[in-house]
């Protein structure tokens, strides 16, 4: 529970702080294609650090407790955002296209974890 918690607050701060970084530290640095990599990088992450901190809420004794799909649904959610945002950030970065094939792993990670996330939520309300 804690875990989830800490590591989505943890995804939060850094999603805030690297998209202040990026809208003012690499203003002048980034062209407008790979300031729009970059943006999908945080809001990912944003949006998949909020679900981080939703499914320690549900480990809660008293919602699901620690259900072996969230604790899937976690590490996912967590793997997700290292490759998905991760390779978004260093191809922003970057500019090297084939970092652009590690992007879908992490997609994949977070559909995987979403898809935990709804089975917990339905074995839990049977």
């Keep these: 529970m804690k875990g989830s918690i800490i590591s989505g607050a943890v995804h939060g701060f850094l999603a805030v702080s690297l998209g202040a970084f990026g809208a003012h530290a690499l203003e002048n640095v980034l062209d407008d294609y790979s300031e729009g990599i970059w943006n999908t990088a945080v809001q990912y992450q944003m949006f998949h650090a909020t679900a981080l901190i939703l499914i ?71």
Excluded: D, H, R, Y
């Design 56 to 126: 320690g809420i549900l480990m809660s004794a008293k919602l699901f407790g620690e259900a072996k799909q969230l604790k899937i649904a976690m590490v996912c959610m967590n793997l997700g955002i290292v490759f998905f945002s991760g390779s978004l950030f260093v191809l922003a970065l970057s500019g090297i296209g084939v970092l652009g094939a590690i992007t879908p792993i992490g997609g994949v990670l977070f559909l995987i974890g979403w898809s935990m996330l709804i089975t917990a939520t339905l074995k839990a309300t049977k």
